[in-house]
């Protein structure tokens, strides 16, 4: 949705011409390029804003990355959900030894 709103945006702005070559460098910005990039450049500055050409050498190695990220969030919510069962359980358990020994 963010990607789609980014690409949108700059490929509509002044009649495209955010999206035009620099004269200098000649690179063009990852929003302008493609959808698909600007989906890859939004995710990448949500995980950091860090160089995505290392990883966008091929499809395989950025599906991978996606892959990748996408499973250790998982896996450390996961995490953090078992560390707070845990601790309410054990807050639960000392509860009602504390209101046993009240009463």
């Known amino acids: 949705m963010f990607g789609d709103m980014f690409y949108i ?6 009649n495209g011409q955010f999206c035009e070559q620099e004269q200098e460098s000649g690179a063009i910005e990852d929003f302008c390029t493609s959808p698909w990039n600007a ?3 939004t995710y990448s500055m949500l995980l950091g804003d860090f160089e995505l050409d290392d990883i966008t050498e091929t499809t395989g190695t950025t599906l991978l990355f996606v892959m990748f990220t996408i499973l250790g969030v998982v896996i450390l ?3 953090l959900i078992a560390v707070i ?8 358990m000392s ?3 504390l209101f046993g020994r009240a009463r």
């Open 39 to 41: 989906y890859l450049r």
């Open 77 to 79: 919510l996961n995490v």
């Open 9 to 14: 945006a700059v490929s509509t702005k002044d």
């Open 85 to 92: 069962s845990d601790s309410y359980e054990k807050a639960t």
């Open 95 to 97: 509860g009602s030894l």
